[in-house]
């Protein structure tokens, strides 16, 4: 070992030695854990959710799972056939109508208009079966983003960009070759292109083969009186006009109506049913849904709401660790023992962020686990997370705690005022993430606030994230942040960096 590094680890151990014998601040980080977890859990025990069936509530079904094990959306108008081994389908789609319900004009007269929402989709499919959350693969065309293949619900690859017209129509073809499922689009059924191909693991040797349509909810979103947003989506529907249908392969017997996912109603009649006309060899499908990751609901993350407050405790600490030398004049005792002033704050940091990391970590995961235990046995459907993601979630919070107390402290070293830093430091970490997650400021400031500022640390708690495929209210009240989470983190990172190096160089020029 080093001389240099045998001093840093003295000044280390005086350093957590000196934290440690000060019981007020050893019981005022306890005190923050501590209110992060009963914060989180008096959140996680007052959220109750149930779904009507008539006049009784019932509890809420688990949402489909796709094969990446996220929680799907899995809703169409489906018409296919079995095709056991390889083969394909080819189509040719003339149309694609829809119809939005928009806010009624008139009380009690429902204002329904045509038009195609963006992401409406109508194509041709190859799907494991008829199971909501099936393995499949798709080549469509959409409402505004031209043809695309996708499979797994998170996957899409972007075909020819422009519409589709009776004269100007758009022939689709998906073919299987074992495992594989490769997609091409063509303007003239001569001349094809291939868009891309996609390989599903076990994909059995009987799938289902067909047409589908499908149309999201169209979203609209309005200034909320308090300067926040909201969101509302309404009903939609699409149509797709198909005919030169030609399947290859060993595909017997006729075709087959399916309405996947379809809601019912108490009645247990179908809600907004789909539905398929024939009309010699052409054939319209109508559905309404989404084939799509669920990017709405409760999240995993959700028992974490009271970090912000636990946080706030920890500044304290933090700040009082450096300033209480100041204030009783015991740091120039210190840098004796340490002539070497950077290393001395580095030590005095390194403390503190290993002491706010132990004490953050098994508030985190108690919050985290005992809280979503809660919120299901509530009747919460909380949207799935795989388990890395959740290590990421939990290690991640107590990690923002960490460089969050450090820079309080190099706040508090590089102000020297007590009052001063806690301001500081709670300004810049704790309000920017306060005032951007609820309905104070527009969505662009607030994406702003969480992109520049240290409370971009907070993206680390995001579990589900956006797809470009699927329209959603991406938005901090919704839960989703404009940065990934370890980049929101590496901003916390940098800012904490930045204002350590400026309290040391402040360290070493001025007399303590």
Known sequence: MSAGSGEFGRLLRAEWTKFRTVRGWVAAMAAGALVTVLLGLLSASGSHASCGAGPVEAACPPHPVGPGGEAVTDKFS???????????ITVRLTSLTGRIRKPDATPGVRNVVPGVVPWAKAGVMVKAGTRQGAPYAAVMMTGAHGVRMQH?????????????????PRWLRLTRSGDTLTGYESADGARWTRIGAATLAGLPRTVRIG???????????TRADLGGSVAAERFTEATGEFDRIAVEGDAPGGWRDDDIGVTLGPDGSPHHPGRATRS?????VTGTGDIAPTVEGPTVEDPLGGAPAGLLLMIVVAVAF???????????????????RGRTLLAKASALGLAAFAAALPAVAVAFTAGGRILRANGNVLLPAPPLTQVRVVVGTAVLFALAAVLALALGALLRRGVAAVVTAAVAIVVPHVVATTSVLPDGAARWLLRVTPAAGFSVQQSIPEYPHVLGHYTPIAGFYPLPPLAGLAVLAGHTALVLGLAILRLRRRDA
């Open 78 to 88: 489906f018409v296919h056939r079995s095709l056991t081994g390889d083969g394909g």
């Open 152 to 168: 797994g619900f998170t996957h899409d690859v972007a075909g020819r960009p422009g519409g589709v017209s009776k004269g100007s």
């Open 211 to 221: 047409m589908f349509a499908t149309s999201p909810g169209d979203l609209t979103v």
């Open 280 to 284: 010699g060899g052409a054939l319209s």
């Open 322 to 340: 450096v300033t209480a030398e100041y204030r009783h004049g015991l740091i120039r005792t210190t840098l004796l023992a340490g002539p070497r």
